[in-house]
């Protein structure tokens, strides 16, 4: 994986980082609009309204400016300084209040006090600001100017889907969520390595089909799913990049079925790597997995993040900026997944049409003639083991797993029994 | 748990501990008749040579007087310091003897040469005394008069019943032996828990029935199991309650199958409580779970102790008396068998109704509406985790042990979501 | 086990240790000759040529003599000093050439400079010289005469078979490799184990009927269950041994199943022994087990050795002597597989023909009369267990295994209780 890949993907953090996202809105057509220069995108536009299993497509929320003026016109919170500044789907004000008026309707992280948090009001029409604790602290008493100039109207959700055509119609889902103002890690990031992936798959010419949903979280995926019920049958793999580009190690959070053949697919590129990284079981609490494993649905998706949903003290504040994302970590996020993608491409079910005994590999050319050493090489070995265990019951990974071979070494030993005739799929 | 039950446990083990119990006889009519005045109690009583599965109901044993008398006339084991001094079920004897001729009746314990031991010879006509080493060391050689004044007659055997009616016909059977004299943790303890559930139970209005057993040990079941064989079929759980007021701390022994639903019910209890605890495997070896247990019958049924049979050195002796047992530790048992009861009642199997994605609820009160923060209440994730995992298949005791969520929480979660029809059973 | 046995087996190492064996020829035929005094064998002789699955037996191999002179005419290798100094199968030769010309011939161990390795080349047309790297070493350059008197013909392949009749037909193989030349723990020893078991068993009537292979390794497997396809349905369990004599301690490998009886014997016997063992993991690399797994077959076959294959440094080398190889450790492998053969032969399934309640052991005279004492016997707590799982499901290996009593004791207990009636087959 080059730095180069990984300078690429910081870039494009960097380009979104200053606009305003939302789960519907301008900020994600913009953001969309510049994914879409990297890779073509199908955009959606889903009305307001619009049924969506239990939920119903919220009003779409678009902001132009907020800010909170003291007496002398100074703005003191400034959405222009920091998007963050103002509750998501805060409805229009323009008033003037004491600050003890106004202060429920402030909030802040008196734990991290130079941080500004991040919060939302989607579905309980309210408005707020959200501010540094030291700043709230530095406010005198007295009436200060409040505006918020947003919009929160009928209109339209909007996500977007690309598409890599593969030999066959079953699919593997990469899904990350756009709705975030800005956060790099949260899930700048995560837009990044998808894009980026999706462009590495593009000359692979796949065995699956791979799509690619850039939506809003929660009500994205399931307006998403709600959309395209009858095809989520295909789905036979998949997994939702979030939180992809901090220092920390991976951390992979398996499907609610915990043995689905991606589960086992991660976990041994994981342990493969040789690199410290944490796998932790389902919990129906984190990103739009919570939707693809929701009991109806039950789809083979888990979730892979650096450090984990709310585990930086970072998370979901000012300080997730493209400084805390680094090139490394996002190319180290990217090539897993493309271990991973190789993994679920080559792991196959194969047949030993020679199951009686071992087949005689040296008239073949497969095996060395010189009997009587001691060190048997891999390659020898992983074809032993593909012979042994090719019974139609056990994968390709099933055979890495149970040997402790590397599974491209399997892969390897099962590409060329095939070749000699001795392996059927 | 009020201290105050504790109290009137303990004060029941004392006003029991007196008798002279066995497997038949008056002492089980009298013991029987003290635990009648706290709950109704419906009394059988089964005549001598019924035939119970592979048993013969045996002769019922009465005893009035006992003793051996040294050449002076002075009693030196009396039956009226302490009823251990006969061996249960003695044939009458009234003769003079050398103390040789007498020592193969004799029972000591060599390794607690202060202590009594409890012996009985129920099947093997024969007779003997139990006393202090210590008593027999002291003996001088010379003749002695040997008199136990027992009757062993046809009769009856007797035990009792009492059933808590449930909302279904299910049953959860709650066993205690009754045949030991005078040993206080070893069953007066168990008596008495089984005693105060019931009476709390009273007014409980359960989901199951409970149907308590007072009953001798072994024949006791077999012959409530032999005259209740299609009953059986309607047991779905069952607890047998001994040792139950030892200062040690609880044991639970599984049933035969190991995971049956107590097993995994009283297991999280315990690991709930955070109090040391022990969880062991079936044995057939202990007490009626034997029965209860074997393979035609192979019910749910384990059996939780303090310290378990044989681990405590005033077991089976005359140091087994209503100081061993402490209110604290029988009130302790007692609320461990509530929870118990808790978690049984409440454990069900829900479908969620709105399997496809999460349900909104938000829009339902159900839900906080302030987003972006990392502190999700345990209500919550409670709701989360039901809605997640009800798909038929998974009782609420398995979502409380995958999601390491309290039941407690897990069932006010499912209360909520069913409320909200989200649910149904 | 008496030392005698050991001395015995040890005898029968040192006596075939100096023939020139490989997978084919006359060597195999005078070891054969003299296993046969021992214990009554069938020998079969397969043509060249003939088809056996995928394979097809090869010419057969003999040899005379071989050596590499030096310019004075002195033998600087010589076949009379060892065997192992030819590459077996080793095409014939008759030239002088160069030391130079002659190094690609030449086999060695760098890290072992004295030890003459041991090479094939079965199914390559080659020929070779196995030395010391000290001999190679001291070797001036120069012309040598390089003499392989050997042939390489059409004959046959040969083996033999030796059953001992059991009370039904389902099988249990015992499998060693006789083609290997000098190297004794490689395995006379195990030829020597196999044949003293052979003798033991003659007199011992069996359960099941005990098939012994001693055959060339890898062809000769292949080639016997070619042969006997389909009597392959009888074995129900089977052993490779190899390996048998070293001072190691025993190491087991499992079978492809995993789980198999065998694999839950052995584990069982070896734990039961209180002596180090290792258990691992069947792979498809070592000796015939790899072809008795093969997918087509997947039979209940482990092998037994005790240090295994390539795990000491006398592997396959000149230093794999009779001296390496001990009586002591020769009896205990044996002692080992006579305690395995005891468990297959006394693992039954019964049913317990009293399985309401437990039923009264005391009036058959099974149970202790006295009651109350805590130090039940083993004995009695294994009848309580055989009665209690004899379900049908449970084979008295899965009672011992349950109750963590000796199989011995439960198979006792089981014969007690099938002669009062209360089990049944």
Known sequence: MSTDLGREMHALVERLYP???????????STLDIVGELIPLTVHEVPTGTQVFDWTVPREWNIRDAY??????????????????????????????????????LHTLPEQPDLIPYRTSYYEPDWGFCLAQSTLDSLPDGRYRVVIDSTLADGHLTYAEHVVPGRVA???????????????????????????????????????????????G??????????????VGRIRHGLVLACAGDPG??????????????????????????????????????YDERQFCS????????????????????????????????????A????????????????RHYVNLSPYGEPQLGKRGLYESLGGRSDTKQAQLAMLWVLNLSDGDHSLLDIAERSGLPFAAVAAAADALHDADLLKE
Chains 1, 2, 3 share one sequence.
């Open 332 to 347: 180290d996020t990217l090539e897993t997944v493309w271990e991973v993608v190789g993994v679920l491409e080559g792991n």
């Open 68 to 105: 909170i003026a003291d007496s002398s016109g100074a703005r003191v919170v400034d959405f222009r300084a920091s998007n963050l500044h103002v509750v998501g789907y805060s409805t229009p004000v323009d008033t003037t209040m004491t600050l003890d008026e106004l202060r429920p309707h």
């Open 19 to 29: 606009l305003c996202r939302s789960i519907t809105g301008d900020g994600v057509r």
């Open 170 to 216: 079953d699919e593997v889902l990469v899904s990350c969520h756009v709705c975030h103002p800005s956060l790099a890690n949260d899930n700048l990031a995560g837009v990044a390595v998808a894009s980026a992936l999706a462009r590495r798959l593009a000359g692979a010419n796949p065995r699956y089909t791979y799509r690619f949903l850039f939506i809003p």
């Open 295 to 330: 009991p109806g649905f039950n789809l083979g998706v888990g979730c892979l993040t650096r450090t984990p949903y709310a585990g930086y003290p970072e998370y979901h504040t000012s300080a997730d900026t493209p400084d805390f994302v680094t090139p490394e970590a996002m």
């Open 249 to 286: 190690s991976l951390t992979y959070k398996r499907s609610r079925r915990g043995d689905a053949e991606i589960d086992r697919v991660v976990a041994h590129v994981l342990a493969a790597s040789g690199r410290p990284h944490r796998i932790v079981d389902f919990s129906p609490y984190g």
């Open 218 to 231: 929660t009500i994205g995926s399931i307006t998403w799913l709600a959309r395209n019920h009858e095809r």
